[in-house]
């Protein structure tokens, strides 16, 4: 509005009517200037007149402006002569629209659901603006359960939400409209039904605020780490929809989120914290190598050079895949250079990311990143059955986003014309706040925590000690007046320092992760003064590897500061590997309660009996396929577990070996698994896995099972099957059920000699302690049929056996003697003894009812009558030599008793067996029958002359006389 005299407009007043009835007025007061606003209909015809008639008429001006910044209407001042109007003037019409231009409309989403899964069966939400519909969603939402669609609105005006077009299923129909920012203003659940009537409600429509600057400060407190162990740094930004950067020393980005936990903290050590935002004002940028580039398929570990100007967003990228790849996007520094390849260290991955069949695929990174040089690769995952695309020609580096990021070579060879496998980069600039140091230093390491485990609390509550914060909470403290535990240090919830007025208090002090399997008694103690206050209790409670347990609940007075309690609580029936113990108090709904206070806490056990048991295992490539357990089979107890793994490619057998020991109860009977989730067992293709299980005995290995090398590996390797399960039914796993022995054993063979048994029998057998005497169940065999009866049998090294031979089932039993050395003198029950020797062993032959081998006596004759009639008897006597007695010529002497001239000798000797020999007249071979005279009756004796031959069998053999060097 404007005056040309600059007094106002005198009493003049302008009028707005749609439909004949007055929509607003208008009036300058004062001055040359001013404005002032009409709300119209949208989408009527507006009048313009004179409301009220003033004085001075031709100073009046104005300009109509709707929404867009279009003018309207103009009405210009003048002089009296020309620009004077009256009370009738009607200055003109116009059509009011109330939307505004593109250029200042803002996109909101809305995110569509159907809880039936058919779309929205022809129902369409309509957003309407100052009468007027803005947008509409759902008509392209025809199937399935979900689906997005955006609207455009006009900055900070009322959005009404009503029914477009009333569709079927209305209760199917659920969305939200989330606004520029990030924020759900509008939510509509599905499950009501609606009409073509329904207004579902209203929202304000804000448009996007910039999001850089960000001037975000993060306030992040120092931290002492728990021992040797890392510390955990939480900051949040002050908006929601900013990220929190964590920086190592060269500002570049490790991790994001609100939280960021480091490695084990050995020294003094600093990182950078800031908040990034994607610059909304800049919107992402596509840039980057084409996907239409040729080279073919393979997953190696090639990557990429590239550069960051400014902070950004590394949003997406382009894939090509021949088949399924899970795989992350890798950021590393940016060492090394094409000639030596990199050498940078990684620094942060993507989520997991899936292509599940072939094609190109935009798929979502997510990393921000801050200026610097880094290097960009895949790192391949598990279940991977396809392979990504890299160009192996047509790379044009250095491809780039002016001031922003720049893709600067890759390491292949000497030249830039591959690019693996990230085509069509999307990146979005951002902006950081102040960069805020985190700062860690390493702190005093707690008391081990493995039984028995002990805590005073002189130094307080230890570290690896959880207390719920709230007021009042658990507190270490040297004294409560002058009043104290054992008059030393404790700690002490004081719900009575916390006055009437605190809110309700449900306060734990918990201890740290104590492992607690394997034994037979444990126990919780501690010593403590509870003071009660009616509506207040106190509970102990441990925690049994899935739920947290009470063990005792305190309502009532226990102890006082000068004679506390001392408690002490059986536990074991919850022992697990992740134990814990929890104090807590409540004061139910804000009592004014008193106090607890504790002191002298301890976890004590006894060990059951346990032996070491080792699980040695070597994964393929795909490691994070492999799982395996140990479980007690009678109470479902896992005592060990493994995997799974991380994938080691490029292969190499030692970063694929896992070796991990633990110490079993003696008393269990347990189940060893192994699984492979793929269904391919430890067989990548190329690379063949391996595992076994031993208990480690003092005396060695005893092996509970070893992979199976003779199935297989079903992707071509020599082995790494398991027995059970497949690719089209996974998992594929082996599994035995096993006991803890280190009971070694060793084979015995047994053998006896029946030859001299005279009593009819079958089949002999052997019985003794290790059999409970059963019988006929460990039969004898005699494969070659000479009546020498064996059976081989493992026994417990080291123990004492009592034995003896029988056959067909006790029907006959040898009758041995109890002064012989192999029994065990008893008369009554007189058996043969054995310790069993720590080796396989062979026990020698022996003849039934004998410690000795059967035996027959052979006796020889010689007709020595001439020799006696011719003086030619040797006074050295005669003896016989031979394969029986070594061929001794002077140890086996013949007499003749009876005179008559026949020299005789009877020999102990082994059954069956072929007899050569000679007669000596004397005692050496100068005495020696002469053998050229043996030829017709004898064998060479491989010296030109001849031996004497017989043979004997199983029983006593008295031999013929012969003469001297005769064949009679």
């Known amino acids: 509005?404007?005056?040309?005299?600059?007094?106002?407009?005198?009493?003049?007043?302008?009028?707005?009517?749609?439909?004949?009835?007055?929509?607003?007025?208008?009036?300058?007061?004062?001055?040359?200037?001013?404005?002032?606003?009409?709300?119209?209909?949208?989408?009527?015809?507006?009048?313009?007149?004179?409301?009220?008639?003033?004085?001075?008429?031709?100073?009046?001006?104005?300009?109509?402006?709707?929404?867009?910044?279009?003018?309207?209407?103009?009405?210009?001042?003048?002089?009296?002569?020309?620009?004077?109007?009256?009370?009738?003037?009607?200055?003109?019409?116009?059509?009011?629209?109330?939307?505004?231009?593109?250029?200042?409309?803002?996109?909101?989403?809305?995110?569509?659901?159907?809880?039936?899964?058919?779309?929205?069966?022809?129902?369409?939400?309509?957003?309407?603006?100052?009468?007027?519909?803005?947008?509409?969603?759902?008509?392209?939402?025809?199937?399935?359960?979900?689906?997005?669609?955006?609207?455009?609105?006009?900055?900070?005006?009322?959005?009404?939400?009503?029914?477009?077009?009333?569709?079927?299923?209305?209760?199917?129909?659920?969305?939200?409209?989330?606004?520029?920012?990030?924020?759900?203003?509008?939510?509509?659940?599905?499950?009501?039904?609606?009409?073509?009537?329904?207004?579902?409600?209203?929202?304000?429509?804000?448009?996007?605020?910039?999001?850089?600057?960000?001037?975000?400060?993060?306030?992040?407190?120092?931290?002492?780490?728990?021992?040797?162990?890392?510390?955990?740094?939480?900051?949040?930004?002050?908006?929601?929809?900013?990220?929190?950067?964590?920086l190592d020393a060269n500002n570049a980005v490790i991790a994001m989120g609100n939280s960021f936990t480091t490695p084990p903290v050995t020294a003094a050590v600093s990182y950078g914290a800031t908040v990034y935002a994607d610059d909304n004002s800049a919107g992402p940028v596509h840039f980057g190598p084409p996907t239409t580039l040729t080279g073919g398929f393979g997953n190696f570990t090639n990557g990429m050079w590239f550069s960051v100007q400014k902070p950004m967003t590394l949003d997406s990228i382009s894939v090509i895949s021949n088949g399924l790849v899970n795989f992350q996007v890798r950021i590393s520094e940016g060492g090394g250079n094409k000639t030596s390849g990199h050498s940078g260290a990684e620094l942060m991955r993507s989520d997991t990311i899936s292509v599940a069949v072939a094609g190109t695929h935009q798929v979502p990174v997510g990393l921000a990143l801050m200026p610097g040089t880094y290097y960009i690769n895949m790192a391949f995952l598990g279940g991977t059955?396809?392979?990504?695309?890299?160009?192996?020609?047509?790379?044009?580096?250095?491809?780039?986003?002016?001031?922003?990021?720049?893709?600067?070579?890759?390491?292949?060879?000497?030249?830039?014309?591959?690019?693996?496998?990230?085509?069509?980069?999307?990146?979005?600039?951002?902006?950081?706040g102040p960069i805020t140091a985190a700062s860690a230093t390493p702190g005093a390491a707690p008391a081990a925590t493995v039984i028995p485990y002990n805590v005073d609390f002189n130094s307080g509550i230890p570290c690896d000690w959880t207390s719920d914060a709230g007021n009042p909470m658990w507190e270490g403290v040297t004294s409560y007046g002058s009043s104290s535990i054992n008059g030393s240090a404790f700690v002490m919830i004081d719900d009575d320092a916390a006055g009437s007025s605190a809110g309700a208090v449900n306060a734990s002090l918990t201890s740290p992760v104590i492992p607690a399997m394997g034994y037979d008694t444990i126990t919780v103690e501690f010593d403590h003064y509870w003071r009660s206050y009616p509506g207040t209790a106190g509970y102990v409670e441990v925690f049994d590897g899935s739920n947290w347990v009470t063990v005792d609940t305190m309502t009532a007075t226990r102890g006082s500061w000068t004679a506390p309690v001392h408690e002490n609580y059986n536990v074991t029936a919850y022992q697990n590997m992740d134990f814990q113990v929890r104090l807590r108090y409540s004061d139910g709904s804000g009592t004014w309660g008193w106090y607890w206070a504790v002191d002298n806490f301890e976890i004590d056990g006894v060990?059951?009996?346990?032996?070491?048991?080792?699980?040695?295992?070597?994964?393929?490539?795909?490691?994070?396929?492999?799982?395996?357990?140990?479980?007690?089979?009678?109470?479902?107890?896992?005592?060990?577990?493994?995997?799974?793994?991380?994938?080691?490619?490029?292969?190499?057998?030692?970063?694929?070996?896992?070796?991990?020991?633990?110490?079993?109860?003696?008393?269990?009977?347990?189940?060893?698994?192994?699984?492979?989730?793929?269904?391919?067992?430890?067989?990548?293709?190329?690379?063949?896995?391996?595992?076994?299980?031993?208990?480690?005995?003092?005396?060695?290995?005893?092996?509970?099972?070893?992979?199976?090398?003779?199935?297989?590996?079903?992707?071509?390797?020599?082995?790494?099957?398991?027995?059970?399960?497949?690719?089209?039914?996974?998992?594929?796993y082996d599994s035995t059920v096993f006991n803890i022995s280190c009971t070694q054993y060793s084979n015995v063979t047994f053998q006896v000699d029946m030859n001299k048994v005279t009593q009819s029998f079958t089949t002999p057998e052997v019985n003794g302690f290790w059999n409970n005497w059963c019988g006929n169940c460990n039969a004898m065999s005699d494969p070659d049929g000479d009546n020498i009866w064996t059976v081989t049998l493992p026994l417990e090294v080291g123990s004492y056996q009592e034995f003896k031979y029988s056959a067909d089932g006790w029907s006959i039993q040898e009758m041995n003697d109890p002064t012989a050395s192999c029994t065990n003198g008893n008369t009554v029950y007189t058996n043969r003894v054995l310790t069993v020797p720590a080796g396989d062993t062979t026990l020698p032959v022996v003849c039934w009812s004998s410690c000795d081998a059967c035996s027959i006596e052979v006796t020889f004759n010689v007709n020595m009558a001439w020799e006696v009639a011719n003086g030619a008897i040797s006074a050295d006597g005669i003896h016989v030599a031979g394969s029986f007695q070594g061929w001794n010529p002077g140890s086996t002497e013949m007499t003749d008793p009876d005179g008559d001239g026949i020299y005789s000798v009877t020999v102990e000797m082994p059954l069956a067996q072929d007899l050569f020999y000679k007669f000596i007249n004397g005692n050496n071979w100068n005495g020696a029958e002469a053998s050229g005279d043996l030829a017709a009756c004898g064998v060479s004796d491989g010296f030109g002359g001849y031996n004497r031959a017989s043979s004997v069998g199983n029983a006593d053999t008295t031999f013929a006389p012969v003469c001297f060097t005769k064949c009679y």
Do not use: K
């Open 385 to 432: 059955t396809g392979q990504l695309h890299r160009a192996t020609a047509g790379g044009a580096y250095p491809y780039t986003v002016a001031g922003v990021a720049s893709l600067d070579s890759v390491q292949f060879g000497t030249t830039n014309v591959r690019v693996y496998y990230a085509y069509d980069w999307v990146v979005s600039e951002g902006c950081v």
């Open 1 to 246: 509005m404007v005056d040309s005299w600059g007094d106002g407009w005198n009493g003049n007043v302008i009028d707005f009517s749609q439909g004949g009835v007055s929509a607003g007025t208008v009036t300058l007061a004062s001055g040359s200037s001013g404005m002032a606003t009409v709300n119209l209909c949208s989408g009527d015809s507006v009048t313009v007149s004179v409301a009220t008639l003033g004085s001075y008429t031709y100073e009046v001006g104005f300009t109509v402006v709707d929404p867009n910044g279009d003018t309207v209407l103009v009405r210009n001042y003048g002089s009296s002569s020309t620009a004077s109007f009256t009370a009738t003037t009607v200055f003109g019409t116009f059509l009011a629209s109330c939307s505004c231009a593109p250029q200042y409309q803002c996109s909101y989403t809305v995110n569509m659901t159907d809880s039936y899964g058919d779309g929205w069966n022809g129902n369409i939400i309509s957003f309407l603006q100052n009468g007027q519909v803005a947008g509409s969603v759902g008509s392209t939402f025809t199937n399935g359960f979900a689906a997005t669609e955006y609207i455009s609105l006009c900055p900070d005006d009322t959005v009404t939400v009503v029914v477009g077009t009333l569709g079927s299923w209305t209760m199917e129909v659920g969305f939200t409209v989330v606004n520029p920012n990030g924020i759900v203003v509008f939510t509509h659940t599905a499950g009501n039904t609606f009409t073509a009537s329904t207004v579902f409600g209203q929202f304000s429509s804000p448009c996007l605020t910039p999001s850089c600057p960000v001037t975000d400060t993060l306030s992040i407190p120092a931290q002492s780490s728990c021992g040797v162990a890392g510390v955990t740094f939480t900051a949040s930004a002050a908006n929601p929809n900013n990220t929190v950067l964590w």
């Open 607 to 732: 060990l059951t009996p346990c032996t070491q048991v080792r699980v040695e295992l070597t994964t393929d490539i795909f490691g994070s396929e492999n799982t395996w357990y140990i479980q007690d089979v009678n109470t479902g107890v896992v005592w060990a577990s493994g995997g799974p793994y991380a994938n080691v490619s490029p292969y190499n057998a030692a970063a694929a070996t896992h070796i991990d020991t633990v110490c079993i109860p003696d008393n269990g009977t347990y189940e060893f698994r192994i699984e492979d989730s793929y269904g391919d067992g430890l067989d990548d293709g190329t690379n063949a896995g391996w595992y076994q299980v031993d208990i480690l005995c003092p005396w060695g290995a005893n092996n509970v099972i070893t992979i199976d090398t003779t199935l297989a590996g079903p992707n071509g390797a020599p082995w790494g099957a398991f027995h059970y399960g497949s690719t089209t039914n996974p998992p594929m």
